[in-house]
């Protein structure tokens, strides 16, 4: 069975003291994940006990005070506990219920915890539990892990990071990469949507997992306006990688700002989207400036345009390949590092990468590379000489600076 990256990621710390805390989207696997991660720990005949807590019994108990929890276990008291939980955002107080376990029985006891969203995370843990808890994010399936889920191996992922590490590598598995790389840009990252046999179930899926997705985040999020909740995305999803402007949002949405805002923390916490913030010297300005907006998965984006041509038949073929960018990044360095510049002037970089206070790199994204002119950001470069600039395209004269490689 085809593994997540993050897979590896949780198994190869297991043996550390922190608690492992799963959150992401719906239907993007945690679930399964964790069952993997199950079956890794019996495999080396490790304590292994897994309960979810959509069963309303164990619920109830939980509930009622966290040792509960042992009254569904009988364990070898000579063994260190793997305990796993899905879904423990279902408990009134997941934070109070993982403090009160680590302080008891750490550490002998480990705790890995699946939950739906950060919008539950923020809004019932009461306690950060720092030292105590490690927080993973399980997004939609990466380029790469699209490649393994695809193909059923990892020999075409293999040979992507081959083309990565050199750009003059010409790879016999170019065109068979391309031609699944324009489908990944179309159809996105979903597990479901990734393995259904042709593009008519592939859109009756996404289909199916927007408005799901929508009518849920809205019962949970206390959002009455559907009408204006999904009206909201659809603008969004055709201005990918643009400025929010959230009173422009408001104004043209007849909401007020402070509504707009609300709306645009579900869809972040419930990871429909995220905000990139621009890139200052001055950190105060990073702060106060409008952010950019990208999609976190390209099949749920494209569903809300009503928009699967191939991206070169595409009007917004270039912002559909920065949102790819986006997302490859993201998996790269990570939110935290990751910004965009632009000045009142209207000189813009797609994307700042920030290593330290004063290093780091520059991209700017194009759909073809001779559209790229180095001119233009000379004011960048000028005043962030740390910050080395390079551009990434689809299309180009050679396989070098083709974004598949990013």
Not at 153 to 171: H, T, V
Request: glycine share 4%; aromatic share 14%; proline share 3%.
């Amino acid at each position: 069975m085809n593994k997540r990256k993050l897979f590896y990621t949780i198994t190869n710390q297991l043996v550390n003291k922190e608690f492992c805390i799963i959150v992401g989207p719906r239907q993007v696997g945690k679930t399964f994940l964790l069952s993997q991660i199950e079956n890794f720990l019996l495999d080396k005949n490790e304590q292994v006990f897994t309960i979810t807590l959509e069963d309303p019994v164990v619920l109830s108990r939980l509930n009622n005070h966290p040792e509960k929890v042992f009254d569904f276990i009988y364990r070898n008291p000579n063994k260190r506990l793997y305990l796993l939980i899905d879904e423990i955002q279902y408990l009134d107080n997941p934070s109070n219920f993982l403090k009160l376990l680590y302080d008891q029985h750490q550490p002998w006891l480990k705790i890995i915890a699946t939950g739906s969203s950060a919008f539950y995370i923020d809004r019932k843990f009461k306690d950060s539990l720092a030292g105590r808890k490690q927080l993973f994010e399980l997004y939609t399936l990466g380029f790469d892990e699209f490649l393994d889920f695809r193909s059923g191996s990892a020999e075409l992922s293999q040979e992507i990071s081959r083309m990565r590490e050199n750009p003059d590598y010409l790879s016999l598995k170019f065109h068979e990469i391309e031609n699944l790389f324009i489908e990944y840009l179309t159809y996105g990252g979903y597990p479901a949507v990734v393995l259904a046999s042709d593009s008519k179930s592939k859109i009756l899926i996404l289909k199916d997992l927007l408005f799901s997705f929508v009518k849920r985040d809205l019962i949970e999020s206390n959002i009455s306006d559907s009408e204006k909740f999904y009206h909201l995305m659809l603008l969004l999803s055709h201005q990918s990688g643009s400025l929010v402007n959230v009173n422009e949002l408001a104004g043209t949405l007849r909401l007020s700002a402070t509504a707009v805002e609300n709306y645009l923390y579900t869809l972040r916490k419930c990871y429909h989207i995220h905000l990139i913030k621009p890139f200052f010297k001055n950190i105060r300005k990073e702060l106060t400036k409008m952010p950019k907006v990208y999609f976190n998965d390209l099949g749920m984006r494209n569903m809300l345009m009503n928009q699967f041509n191939p991206v070169f038949q595409r009007i917004d073929k270039g912002e559909l390949i920065e949102n790819y960018a986006y997302i490859r990044l993201r998996e790269s360095y990570g939110l935290d590092s990751l910004f965009f510049w632009r000045t009142s002037e209207g000189h813009e970089v797609d994307f700042v990468v920030r290593e330290t206070l004063e290093t780091g790199e520059a991209i700017e994204i194009k759909y073809d590379f001779a559209s790229f002119n180095p001119g233009k950001y000379k004011k960048f470069t000028e005043v962030y000489p740390g910050f080395p600039l390079k551009c990434l395209a689809l299309e180009a004269s050679s396989n070098t600076n083709r974004l598949i490689v990013l």
